[in-house]
């Protein structure tokens, strides 16, 4: 698991865009028929299982209470398409007698041997969690083998990937593991963002000979740090080549993953030959976090899913379970981009699976496979690209792969706002956007600050075409410049503000740009800098008379007119401000420009905010609006579990259609309150009743 899971590893052990340069171009997937004793390959798996341990020096139980019984139950009643069971976690021990590597002290029995001989049994795909980079007992007993830190100092977690690691002990491994049990897939975790950037005696020799520079940057304020990094990044994926392809020639067929390669974690295109992609997402504020990922993995062209954590923790308290109907909104956040779903539990120590676990997977999988038809690989109709600038995330994260928490405040927040105006949303990389570009009626840009020149000229291009442009944030702003027209101070003001919107006003801290001259930008909005909501006056438009001559009003937003098309720009963070405070007063007004300049999306909707909307196609090429019901969502914090979402209703839905259709219906049809529809010049109108957590409205054309 990714950086959630350092807490519970704690307690368990107790008891190429960018300046990236590919290594060597492939088609991805080694797509061979799968093994003729499973009825569906993991990497088309639509609902599945994981359950990992991460075997410790200290386990004394492992395996003692695994039953085939157990185990059969679980399949029985959960009926997945494919389950992951504990191999080797970030410890380095592996849970199975290995004679490679060095197996926990703990084994009892062999917990793989029977997982196989049950889920062989139920013709159930069986995968491994196996963690790569990320290997504490490797680099312990091989400190050759580590990377090393900017300090001179091996990384006590972190093998390097210029090293042997690869090669003395993770191929030979895993070739171990997969012909002892015959594993059908491997979810390696760990790998792509656990990799560090290294200062090994290895890595520094192949940077000499790529750059002919004896010395390494070692911060970000040192000359080619992004170079440096974009080195670590290349080299990562060269890794990465390297053990897929050895062990597609080892097993034909044989399913691979790495946890959070091509996401949002590393933004760019699929090289290496990976069966699909995968990710599991943050145990907390899982709706938000799986609305984001999903939607920009969908967008990848290859085959996904991604796991819910089936626990997570309160403030101050331990870990607890999650309830059937918290985990089903995750889950409907997951399907309605088209993938398919996981739910990761750890059994207990002893390999045991609980009845409150099989229970609550079965009641997920139950709603899952209601809706399984109309969603599982059905794909977007483009109405708002969302852009996933990767190009600003090589500059800011100081990772070789992983998020970059202030671009995802601006993401998230932007997307939130978006959803709740109700627009369906796409988010994309520039490698993604560029060759899609003008299917989009509006593209939006969250204070992404770099851009290479070649994306930047394509989205002028697209706006001159007749498309649509939104930017919000000033650093985002700032790039387009002489397309808008406006002449900008060349500082940022960081201060407090009042954004006047036309619900009210909104406080809006953060840096601003200001706007020295519209020229012909329209103005559209102004902020107010230094002022305190409370003496906002609405008779004197905004400011109260007595406080005219100290605060004055600036710019906030323009609009332009490029060719054919239009740019908004904003001029501060609204995205990381919506993300923080999520004022009503502000969803409006963003939802606003977005209709200045979208103003008849295919897909309209009359709900609450908490509704959100996904238009789409099935597998068979219906039109599908998928509905989500946010409503009630755990928070984190003190508000983390539910088990009650409270339904929303009546929604109504105006789809733009040029032909009366054949036939609405309600998917799943036995949560059916009666749909009622009418279709009027190219218009259909569908009004449901109640919407619980997720339902799909399907239209034969």
């Given at each position: 698991m990714h950086r959630w899971l350092t807490v519970i590893i704690i307690l368990l052990l107790a008891g190429c865009t960018g300046g990236i340069t590919a290594p060597r171009q492939m088609t991805h997937g080694s797509r061979s028929m799968p093994?003729?004793?499973i009825s569906v390959s993991r990497a088309d798996c639509y609902f599945g299982l994981h359950f990992d341990l991460h075997p410790g020096a200290r386990d004394t139980v492992l395996g003692a209470d695994v039953s085939a019984e157990n185990i059969d139950r679980l399949l029985a009643r959960v009926k997945p398409d494919a389950v992951q069971y504990d191999c080797k976690g970030h410890a380095g021990y592996t849970g199975y007698p290995t004679q490679i590597g060095w197996p926990s002290p703990g084994i009892v029995k062999d917990s793989l041997a029977v997982w196989r001989e049950v889920t062989r049994r139920h013709g159930v795909s069986l995968g491994i969690h196996y963690s790569g980079?990320?290997?504490?007992v490797a680099v312990e007993k091989h400190p050759e083998w580590a990377a090393v830190g900017p300090d001179g100092k091996p990384d006590k977690k972190a093998a390097s990937t210029f090293g042997p690691y690869v090669d003395q002990l993770m191929i030979p491994e895993l070739k171990e593991?997969?012909?002892?049990?015959?594993?059908?897939?491997?979810?390696?975790?760990?790998d792509?963002?656990?990799?560090?950037?290294?200062?090994?005696p290895a890595a520094l020799a192949a940077w000499k000979r790529q750059t002919g520079r004896d010395d390494a940057p070692r911060k970000r304020e040192d000359p080619?740090?992004?170079?440096?990094?974009?080195?670590?990044?290349?080299?990562y994926e060269r890794y990465l080549c390297h053990w897929v392809d050895a062990l597609?020639?080892?097993?034909?067929?044989?399913?691979?993953?790495?946890n959070w390669m091509y996401t949002t974690f590393a933004p760019k295109p699929v090289v290496a030959r990976l069966d699909h992609l995968s990710g599991d997402f943050s145990p907390s504020n899982s709706v938000d976090y799986a609305r984001i990922e999903g939607r920009y993995i969908a967008g990848t062209g290859m085959p996904w899913d991604l796991m819910s954590w089936g626990f997570t923790t309160a403030e101050g308290l331990d870990h607890g379970f999650k309830t059937p109907a918290h985990l089903q909104q995750e889950a409907a956040a997951v399907i309605s981009q088209g993938g398919g779903y996981m739910i990761y539990y750890p059994p207990t120590r002893s390999g045991h699976v609980s009845d409150l676990i099989i229970e609550t997977a079965g009641q997920v999988a139950d709603f899952c496979r209601a809706r399984q038809a109309v969603s599982h690989h059905s794909t977007s109709v483009p109405q708002v690209a969302l852009l996933y600038s990767s190009e600003s995330l090589w500059d800011a994260s100081d990772t070789v792969f992983g998020p970059a928490h202030q671009l995802q405040f601006d993401l998230e927040g932007a997307l939130t706002a978006l959803l709740e105006s109700h627009y369906s949303v796409d988010i994309l990389a520039e490698h993604t956007l560029q060759p899609r570009l003008r299917d989009y009626p509006l593209v939006v840009v969250p204070n992404a600050y770099k851009m290479t020149d070649g994306f930047r000229a394509a989205l002028v291009d697209y706006v001159r075409q007749g498309g649509n442009l939104l930017l919000l944030g000033g650093q985002g702003a700032r790039l387009f410049e002489s397309e808008l027209g406006a002449r900008i101070n060349p500082a940022e003001s960081a201060t407090a503000n009042q954004l006047i919107t036309p619900a009210g006003p909104v406080n809006a801290n953060g840096k601003w740009l200001e706007i020295e001259s519209a020229g012909p930008a329209r103005p559209l909005a102004e902020r107010v800098p230094g002022l305190n909501v409370l003496s906002v006056d609405d008779r004197t438009n905004g400011i109260s008379e007595q406080y005219q001559q100290v605060f004055h009003?600036?710019?906030?937003?323009?609009?332009?007119?490029?060719?054919?098309?239009?740019?908004?720009?904003v001029y501060g963070p609204v995205g990381e401000i919506y993300f923080r405070g999520h004022h009503p007063f502000l969803r409006q007004w963003i939802g606003g420009l977005a209709a200045r300049l979208f103003p008849d999306p295919a897909l309209r909707i009359d709900a609450p905010p908490v509704v959100e909307a996904a238009l789409r196609r099935t597998p068979d090429g219906r039109l599908a609006v998928h509905l989500l019901n946010t409503a009630g969502m755990p928070v984190g914090g003190r508000h983390p579990y539910t088990d009650f979402i409270p339904p929303v209703g009546p929604i109504h839905v105006r789809l733009t259609l040029p032909a009366r259709p054949g036939k609405v219906e309600w998917v799943p049809a036995a949560e059916d309150a009666g749909l009622r529809w009418k279709w009027s010049r190219g218009v259909l109108d569908v009004t449901i009743p109640r919407l619980a957590i997720h339902g799909v409205v399907v239209v034969n054309e």
């Open positions: 093994n003729p004793t980079v990320w290997d504490y593991v997969i012909e002892r049990y015959a594993i059908d897939s491997l979810w390696v975790d760990g792509c963002w656990g990799a560090a950037l290294d200062y090994s080619g740090w992004l170079e440096w990094k974009n080195f670590h990044r290349a080299q597609h020639a080892f097993r034909p067929g044989l399913v691979i993953t790495s009003k600036r710019t906030a937003a323009t609009e332009t007119a490029l060719g054919k098309g239009r740019i908004i720009a």
